[in-house]
């Protein structure tokens, strides 16, 4: 599974956007880029998931670079809710189906 | 509403009382696991299971059973518990294998004196 690499912690001022990246230099080609949060002690949440193109929902926007090796998570009007750890995690699936969280983004909202 | 279950959510005990953390999922998923998070180390994965009366060990099974008698129920066994299995639980499930979007119930912290 290619490695992740993101910033320890963030500031996000409430109702802006919060911008998260992720590194994934070494992402293969049926590797998707998927990310949770975590809410402090809470289970992890899924959020979004893509492969190449641009993807959204009602929680967020991935942005994947088009040479896949790099993504950012944008949560459009950032609320104190919304202050978690975001983990961006690189997958082809598999038997196991085994989620590997690494360190993840400590995103603060600030009021 | 579609969610993952975990009782009970809090549960102290002592050393060799066997214990059992109940897991339900209302989505009709083929998939489940359970996962246990120590500060430091992550989430960690201690049985899966792809379907009914199918389980396999995570990375992390030693002290532990799992049954899947029925797709909706997914039980966690401490057989004999011990203070080093202390930790974080959460139960997750998917609606198949291969199915990275994964729905984790709320956790159960266990502690083990």
């Known amino acids: 599974d290619a490695k992740t690499t993101q910033p320890p912690s963030m500031d996000c001022a409430e109702g802006r956007a919060a911008n998260l990246p992720c590194n994934h230099s070494t992402i293969s080609g049926n590797e998707y880029v998927y990310w949770y949060r975590q809410i402090h002690s809470q289970g992890p949440q899924y959020i979004i998931h893509?492969?190449?193109n641009n993807e959204t929902n009602e929680m967020a926007s991935l942005i994947i670079t088009e040479d896949r090796k790099s993504s950012t998570l944008i949560l459009p009007h950032a609320t104190l809710r919304d202050t978690a750890v975001y983990y961006c995690?690189?997958?082809?699936?598999?038997?196991?189906?085994?989620?590997?969280f690494g360190t993840g983004t400590l995103l603060a909202v600030q009021p | 509403e579609a969610q993952v279950t975990q009782n009970p959510r809090y549960l102290i005990t002592v050393t060799g009382k066997k214990l059992t953390v109940t897991c339900s999922q209302n989505?009709?998923?083929?998939?489940m696991s359970w996962y246990r998070q120590d500060p430091g180390l992550g989430l960690r994965q201690i049985y899966y299971s792809m379907n009914v009366e199918a389980t396999d060990k995570g990375d992390v099974p030693e002290g532990y059973k799992v049954s899947r008698k029925e797709k909706r129920n997914f039980p966690l066994i401490l057989e004999s518990p011990s203070p080093n299995q202390t930790s974080l639980y959460f139960c997750?499930?998917?609606?198949?294998?291969?199915?990275?979007?994964?729905?984790f119930g709320p956790g159960t912290r266990l502690t083990v004196t």
């Open positions: 997750a499930s998917s609606r198949w294998t291969g199915a990275l979007e994964q729905y």
């Open positions: 989505m009709n998923h083929e998939y």
């Open positions: 893509g492969l190449k």
């Open positions: 995690i690189v997958r082809s699936g598999g038997a196991t189906n085994k989620l590997i």
